[in-house]
C-alpha cells in the first residue's frame, strides 16, 4: 500500500522480501498489486483479492498514527464490518511508548487520538505484536482466507512476519520447500535458446525455468533459473539435476558456454 510506491519515490522492497520469505517456505505466490492510500482504493483490491480464495494475503504499510495510514479501514470496509478499539492492541501500543520513555528517547506520553489509531482494528481481528515499533500487526480470517496487515516499516514487517506470520504458512506448506539452481549462459542468444527451454520443461514437467537476459541479443549472455518444490529434498535435487545437464549438453551443441551460478 502507499502513494511513495505508485509516484517512484519508494522502492517497494517489501513485497521482493515476502515474496521470496513465502516462496523459501513452499508457498506459490500469485500475485502482487500496489494501490494508493485511498479508503476505497484499498478496499477494492482487498475484495478481489478474497474472492480469488487464496489461503493467506498479506498487506503492508499504512497502519500508523497519520491521516493516510488507512489500511485497516479500507480492510474492514472489504469485510463488511467496522474497526473498533482492541484492548490487546491498546496494550501494546500503550507498552511500546512506556519503553520509549524508559529508555530515554521521550521524557513523558499520552495516548493521543492518533495513538490509540493504531488499536483500531477491525471487528473479530487479533493484533500481533510489533517487537521493534510501535504499530501492531494485524490477523483476521475471512472464511478460508486469512488475512495479515504489517507496518511498511520493512524492519518491522520483517520481525513481524518471522515471528507471527511465517509460522502460519509453514502450517500451510506442510513439508513442501522451495529448491532452486542457476546457470550463466553465454554464446546464445535468448530468443534461439527459448524453444530449448519449453521442451526441456515438458520432459521435466515439476522444474520451471526463466531465462534473465543480461545483455543484448548481439552480445549474448543471460541466466537461466530452475526451480521446483517438493517434500523430498533428494528428489528435488535430482529433478533439477536432470533438468540442468539436459539443458546444458544442448547449450554446448549449440556453441554456448554455461557455467554453474554460486549463492
Excluded: C
Excluded at 522480501?17 to 517456505?25: D, K, P
Excluded at 483479492?49 to 497502519?63: C, D, H, N, S
Excluded at 486469512?146 to 511465517?166: K, R, T
Amino acid at each position: 500500500m502507499g502513494n511513495e510506491l505508485l509516484i517512484g519515490k519508494t522502492l517497494n522492497t517489501n513485497a521482493q522480501w515476502l515474496a521470496r520469505r513465502a516462496t523459501n517456505l513452499g508457498l506459490n505466490v500469485k500475485r502482487t498489486t500496489v494501490v494508493g492510500d485511498e479508503v476505497d482504493e484499498i478496499a477494492a483490491a482487498v475484495k478481489e483479492a478474497v474472492e480469488r480464495r487464496p489461503k493467506f494475503i498479506i498487506v503492508t504499510g499504512g497502519l500508523g498514527p497519520t491521516f493516510d495510514d488507512k489500511t485497516l479501514e479500507g480492510v474492514a470496509a472489504a469485510l463488511g464490518t467496522e474497526l473498533e478499539e482492541n484492548e490487546e492492541a491498546l496494550n501494546m501500543v500503550r507498552k511500546r511508548y512506556a519503553s520509549y520513555v524508559a529508555e530515554g528517547r521521550m521524557e513523558k506520553f499520552e495516548m493521543t487520538p492518533h495513538r490509540v489509531k493504531m488499536a483500531r482494528i477491525p471487528r473479530g481481528s487479533s493484533p500481533l505484536p510489533n517487537p521493534v515499533g510501535t504499530a501492531p500487526g494485524v490477523l483476521v480470517k475471512q472464511g478460508d482466507v486469512s488475512l495479515v496487515m504489517l507496518p511498511g516499516v520493512p524492519q518491522e514487517m520483517a520481525e513481524i512476519f518471522d515471528e507471527s506470520v511465517s509460522g502460519l504458512l509453514r502450517g500451510i506448506a506442510g513439508d513442501a520447500t522451495f529448491y532452486e539452481a542457476s546457470l550463466d549462459v553465454s554464446g546464445i542468444p535468448e530468443s534461439e535458446l527459448a524453444p530449448t527451454i519449453e521442451s526441456v520443461m515438458h520432459d521435466n514437467p515439476y522444474v520451471y525455468i526463466k531465462s534473465h537476459p543480461k545483455a543484448a541479443e548481439r552480445v549474448p549472455h543471460l541466466e537461466l533459473h530452475f526451480s521446483t518444490m517438493s517434500k523430498d529434498s533428494k528428489m528435488a535435487r535430482q529433478r533439477l539435476g536432470r533438468a540442468i545437464l539436459q539443458i546444458s549438453e544442448t547449450i554446448k551443441e549449440k556453441g554456448g558456454k554455461v557455467r554453474p551460478v554460486k549463492g
